[in-house]
Each structure stands twice: as structure tokens, then as C-alpha cells.
């Protein structure tokens, strides 16, 4: 990302694309959230004077998504149980096998 891109998205004139495509669009084109919604420019070609169709609106999830930002998937360890020995319980009967 530039630093004439980061300044034209704090510009007047992005706010005001912003706001008109939030306005027409309503909600995210990827999952119909409508939620924390965020342009996403599908391509920067025409940066500065973009066109209807280089713009999507999505949800912020979408968003990150969309430029690879997922939340860390946490995972469950699944710690390993130990594995009891069953031992068999020795009667006496079996005591009085192994004696001599
Ligand atoms: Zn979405
Ligand atoms: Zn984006």
C-alpha cells in the first residue's frame, strides 16, 4: 500500500464513495452481513476515480478474508490420555499357582 493510497482513504472524496456504495449496496456482497461494512477495491486500476464494479462492499469478516487476514483457528490440544495398564487383579488362586 502506498502512502498516496492510505491518504486518499482518510480523503473527502473516499468517504464519500464509501458512504454511497454502503448507501446503494446495504450489505456485504459475500454474505449479506450487514455489519461493520468496509469498500473492498477489487482492483486498484483506477484507483482515484474508481468505478462501480472495482469496489465490493463487504462485512469486515469478509474483508479480512478477502486480503488473507483470518483469525488464528484455535486449536483444541487434545492432550493424550494415559492409557491405564489394566491390571488384572490377581486372586489368590493365581498367587498360589505361580508358587513353587
Ligand atoms: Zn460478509
Ligand atoms: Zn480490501
Redesign the pocket.
Known sequence: MTNEYKEYLKSKEWSEIRLEIIKTRK???????KKRLQVHHITYKNIFNEEPNDLEL??????K?EHGIKKPVKKKRVKPKKKRKKTKKETWQSILKKMP
Open positions: 450489505k456485504c456482497e459475500r454474505c449479506g452481513s463487504l462485512c469486515s469478516g469478509c474483508h478474508a
